[in-house]
């Protein structure tokens, strides 16, 4: 595994802000059918508490509010006020109202401890450095309730594979393509880091396809 080049979280965050329109119309249509075996994973129970991390344009977003109930509320939080803003729009536009969407930062999520019975991240801890896993995990572990769920969908690859040919293209790029263009993201495999998280019952599935992908399930202990 490859770490990110030093993109600190405002250029991130500039970054996604500027692109938010661009990415809900061009990627994350090919994410979806991801995102939704991911969010199958989770077994939402229509009382459940759920909050999703990085919502994006909303899209796997729209899909958790569907599985709860009218009167139930799911949280969603991303780091771009304009991904945010489309994510609204998607909600609205599908009817749905029972929402609460704010600005924020995986590094220090606004909620008490075991508040939430699912937390669903997707495609956003394949933007962040190695060295800031550990307390982003112990952030999802604090906000869990003992027994919560917690799912990952992130770029990956295969595990024995050595590095992939998008590792590679990764590396040899100037950086202000790898951010601008590539919106600095690379496979990472998350297993070791969810369990040394503490996290039990760790699982992984591999998805094969045009945006390479794991996705990590795991239980609060
Ligand atoms: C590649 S997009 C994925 C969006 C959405 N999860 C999806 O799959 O469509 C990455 C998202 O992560 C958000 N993001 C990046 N770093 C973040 C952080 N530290 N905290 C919260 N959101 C973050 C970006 O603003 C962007 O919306």
Same mark, same amino acid.
């Given at each position: 595994?490859?770490?990110?080049?030093?993109?600190?979280?405002?250029?991130?965050?500039?970054?996604?802000?500027?692109?938010?329109?661009?990415?809900?119309?061009?990627?994350?249509?090919?994410?979806?059918?991801?995102?939704?075996?991911?969010?199958?994973?989770?077994?939402?129970?229509?009382?459940?508490?759920?909050?999703?991390?990085?919502?994006?344009?909303?899209?796997?977003?729209?899909?958790?509010?569907?599985?709860?109930?009218?009167?139930?509320?799911?949280?969603?939080?991303?780091?771009?006020?304009?991904?945010?803003?489309?994510?609204?729009?998607?909600?609205?536009?599908?009817?749905?109202?029972?929402?609460?969407?704010?600005?924020?930062?995986?590094?220090?999520? %606004?909620?008490?401890?075991?508040?939430?019975?699912?937390?669903?991240?997707?495609?956003?801890?394949?933007?962040?450095?190695?060295?800031?896993?550990?307390?982003?995990?112990?952030?999802?572990?604090?906000?869990?309730?003992?027994?919560?769920?917690?799912?990952?969908?992130?770029?990956?690859?295969?595990?024995?594979?050595?590095?992939?040919?998008?590792?590679?293209?990764?590396?040899?790029?100037?950086?202000?393509?790898?951010?601008?263009?590539?919106?600095?993201?690379?496979?990472?495999?998350?297993?070791?880091?969810?369990?040394?998280?503490?996290?039990?019952?760790?699982?992984?599935?591999?998805?094969? %396809?045009?945006?390479?992908?794991?996705?990590?399930?795991?239980?609060?202990?």
């Amino acid at each position: 595994m490859i770490d990110t080049r030093p993109f600190d979280s405002a250029q991130i965050q500039r970054v996604y802000d500027r692109r938010s329109w661009l990415y809900g119309k061009l990627v994350a249509p090919f994410e979806f059918r991801n995102h939704r075996r991911a969010i199958d994973k989770a077994k939402i129970q229509p009382a459940d508490k759920v909050l999703e991390v990085a919502v994006g344009p909303g899209r796997a977003f729209l899909e958790i509010v569907k599985r709860i109930d009218r009167d139930n509320i799911a949280f969603g939080v991303d780091a771009a006020p304009g991904m945010l803003s489309i994510a609204r729009h998607t909600l609205e536009t599908a009817g749905y109202e029972n929402f609460n969407l704010s600005e924020g930062d995986a590094r220090e999520l %606004g909620f008490e401890n075991d508040t939430f019975d699912v937390l669903y991240n997707a495609y956003m801890l394949d933007l962040i450095p190695f060295a800031d896993m550990p307390g982003i995990l112990a952030e999802f572990h604090r906000v869990l309730k003992p027994g919560g769920r917690l799912v990952l969908l992130n770029m990956s690859k295969k595990k024995d594979g050595g590095a992939s040919w998008y590792e590679r293209l990764y590396g040899r790029l100037p950086a202000w393509l790898v951010l601008n263009v590539m919106g600095a993201c690379r496979p990472v495999l998350m297993e070791g880091f969810v369990k040394e998280a503490g996290f039990v019952d760790v699982k992984r599935e591999f998805l094969a %396809g045009v945006i390479p992908s794991e996705i990590i399930v795991g239980v609060r202990g």
